[in-house]
Every structure is written in C-alpha cells, then in structure tokens.
C-alpha cells in the first residue's frame, strides 16, 4: 500500500430515535448513552465482568480482572513492545483504518513471550475518543479470548496501559473478501476460491450459532472475512457480537448497529437480533461472490444501488442468473453451482426470518458444490464476446457499461459501523 495513498473509512450508519422507532438516517456513529455500559455482558465459560465496572476500573484492575478469567490463553502486551514491533505505529507499516482505529502490521519473535512463536500480527489502535471503542475492544477480548475456531480469526493478545486499547490478532496474508472482489487491480476470485470463501465463512458462522450459548456476530460483511495464504476464510471483529437470546425468548433487542447493505430487514425495522439477522448477511454476501458488486453501490442507478433488491428478480433461472453474474468470471464457473448458490441466497435474504435456511444446512449445501464441473463457457452458457452491462443490468453485446466500481481502501481488520 502506497504511504502517500488516502485511508480507506468505512461507511457507518446514524441511528435516531423517534417516536419509539429506529430510523437509519445519514451515516456516522452513535454515541451510546452511560447506562448501556452498566449493563452486564453473558460470558459463558467464566464469571461475568461488567461493562460499568470494568469502565470505571482503572487500566490496571482490567488487566487484572482479564488475565484471571483468560489466564495463558490470551498474552498482555505492554504499549511498549507493541510500538518496537511496529515501528512506533509507522505508516509504512499502516494495513489500514476503520471505525475502531488503525491497524498495523508487526513482527515479533521468539524472545517477547514465552510460548509465544515468531510471527506477523496485526496490530489493532483504539481511537480513544469515549466508551464505545472501549465496549467493542471489551467485546472482543471476550468473545475471541474464548471462542477458538479455524475459521474465526485467532486474538493473541490485548493491551491495556491508562486509556490506550490494543488488540494482536495472527497476520491474515490475502487480507479482506472486499479486498480481492471490488479492487480494480486485483485478479479476479477464481470460482472454486469463492466457493472455497463462502463454506468457510458459513463454517465460522454456524460454529458461533451452535455454541452452547449461541452467539450472533451482527457485523456479517465481506470486509471482516479474513483470508490466510491459502485463501482459507476467517470472521475477524467481534465488536459487535452479542449473546443470543436464552430461555424462552425468540429474540435480542438491541440498539441497531452494523453496516448498512448487510443488515436484516426485521433488525433495521425492530432492534430484534436473531441469528437469522446473520444469515440475511450471509445471503447478501453470496450475492455479492455472484456478481461481484458491492451490497451497496451510490455510483450506480437509483435501481441497481441496493443489491438485494436489484438482483432478486434474476436469480429464478439459468437463464436470467447469467445476466448478473459477475463479468471478472469470463464463464469459469459452474453452472449448477451457481444456480444453487443464487437458490440459497435467495432463501437467506427472503424478508421472513422463518423462511431462512439455518448456517449447517447452508454449509451442506455449499460443500456438495465442490466437485462441479460444469463451466459455462463450456456449456454454451456463456457468449462468445464478453458482455457488458446494459441500462438494465442485464449482459448486452457491445455495450461499455462506464460505471467502475466503487473503489475504498480496505482494512483485514477494521470494521465499518453504523450505530
């Protein structure tokens, strides 16, 4: 990344309300009111640490209370170090910005911890303006210091020194989904890789649905699929997960944070958080490995801006799926499988939360596409020359379609926000 080039900021969201009801407005952050930190945080495998306690308590008392509940599993890095093994947070060294903070690449080695391996990390900077950064950094302690998964993103360690807040997270070489889908300069994702991408994605969802106590992780975007050198997928940033509801409730009912384009139609509307509030993610984000366009795209027409919307019409047969799929492809992808991924997204993104496949049968229905051969350019179903988009969004021969694709800088570890 050039040290000249402009920090990628996400998109956030303003969240109102009026009259009892949560309106979306313009984009930027909320600040939560102090009663929402004295509220107590589910942690199912340890005592409780509470966010009204652990917010007044000084840097030290949270290190402490932290290291008793986490003991060797998570490392507690000192500013020190972790400013020597970026270089004093250099912006050569800056992998990208988000509403957290800054993230940093750094190296440390065998002699820092022991136990510890030589190795990349990423360095995730609170930007220490208020309580939320603090909740979310808390969060993510929380729930990654006890959550170990393949395809959710490993937490070394934290720091905790007077009002900074850091995070170590294992160095993800291929960075973000996002990276690699909308970037212009990259090489496209060939079809088994998406495929490859999708299944380990559902995999890291359909573990946090399926423990003991379920978690919804609420942030469920292509910028927080991190990718390691072999393009296996991980969910990264767990600021915004939440215990899932207990006893007999159906649902949380939350402030609406996440990002616009992804977020559930019913959480947007209600505040009500279900694990299939995720699964609508989960679809949106299928749309977009089929397409190749962003959940929400402002340069294009006022018709094809919202994917969702602009895409449900097509994806009912072969015949009007092709039209949408995504032109970096050129036919190399298989003509089933995408039929059943435009299938399944559909059922993920249906504006009935009951109508949602639950994530294990979503994960056993990508994994039987694996072994698909069937390319359309092979098949007949893909044209001689290369389409281009039309007025409609349909494929018409010789037609350029001038609207690039909307470029930002993406971060492997920092989120967008709204709320």
């Known amino acids: 990344m050039s ?5 990628w900021r996400p ?3 303003n969240c109102c309300s009026i009259e009892g009801q949560t309106v979306l407005g313009n984009f930027s952050r909320c600040r939560p009111s102090r ?5 107590r945080i589910e942690l199912p495998s340890f005592r409780r640490l509470s ?3 652990l917010s007044s308590s000084s840097s030290t008392r949270i290190t402490e209370d932290l290291a008793h509940s986490f003991g060797s599993d998570l490392h507690v890095f000192q500013l020190s170090e972790l400013r020597a093994i970026t270089q004093n947070f250099s912006s050569n060294f800056l992998l990208g910005e988000g509403g957290f903070g800054t993230v940093h690449k750094g190296y440390i080695d065998e002699n820092l911890r022991q136990g510890l391996k030589a190795q990349a990390v990423a360095v995730k900077l609170l930007d220490s303006e208020g309580l939320q950064g603090h909740r979310e950094w808390l969060a993510e302690v929380i729930f990654l210091g006890q959550l170990r998964h393949p395809h959710l993103v490993r937490l070394i360690g934290y720091c905790c020194e007077d009002e900074e ?5 294992e160095f993800m070489p291929r960075g973000s989904l996002e990276n690699h889908l909308f970037r212009r300069i990259s ?14 994605a559902a995999k890291g ?5 399926g423990a003991e106590k379920p978690v919804i992780y609420r942030d469920f975007k292509t910028s927080n699929v991190l990718l390691d050198s072999d393009f296996t997928a991980k969910l990264s940033d767990f600021g915004l997960a939440k215990m899932g509801p207990e006893g007999s409730n159906t649902h949380v009912t939350t402030r609406v944070m996440g990002t616009y384009g992804y977020a559930a139609p019913e959480y947007v509307t209600t505040g009500h958080l279900t694990t299939k509030s995720d699964v609508y993610s989960f679809g949106v984000v299928l749309l977009e490995l089929l397409t190749g366009r962003r959940s929400m795209d402002k340069t294009r027409p006022k018709s094809e801006q919202n994917l969702v919307d602009w895409a449900r019409p097509y994806l009912t047969s072969s015949r009007k799926l092709r039209c949408i799929m995504d032109t970096r492809l050129a036919g190399q992808y298989s003509v089933k499988g995408a039929r059943e991924i435009a299938s399944l997204a559909l059922q993920c993104v ?5 109508d949602r496949p639950r994530m294990p049968a979503i994960v056993e229905t990508l994994e039987k596409l694996q072994n698909l051969r069937d390319m359309a350019v092979t098949c007949g179903q893909w044209p001689a020359a290369t389409p281009k988009s039309g007025r409609n969004g349909a494929n018409v021969k010789g037609r350029k379609d001038a609207r690039p694709a909307a470029y930002r800088k993406p971060s492997p570890v920092a989120p967008s926000r709204f709320g």
Do not use: C, Q
């Open 3 to 7: 040290r000249d080039s402009k920090s």
């Open 11 to 13: 998109f956030t969201a």
């Open 35 to 39: 009663l929402e930190f004295s509220k």
């Open 51 to 53: 966010f009204s306690d």
């Open 165 to 169: 807040r850091l995070l170590v997270y």
């Open 187 to 200: 090489v496209s994702l060939p079809w088994g890789t998406r495929l490859k991408i999708a299944i380990g």
């Open 205 to 209: 969802l359909a573990f946090l649905h």
């Open 350 to 354: 249906s504006p009935n939360p009951k």
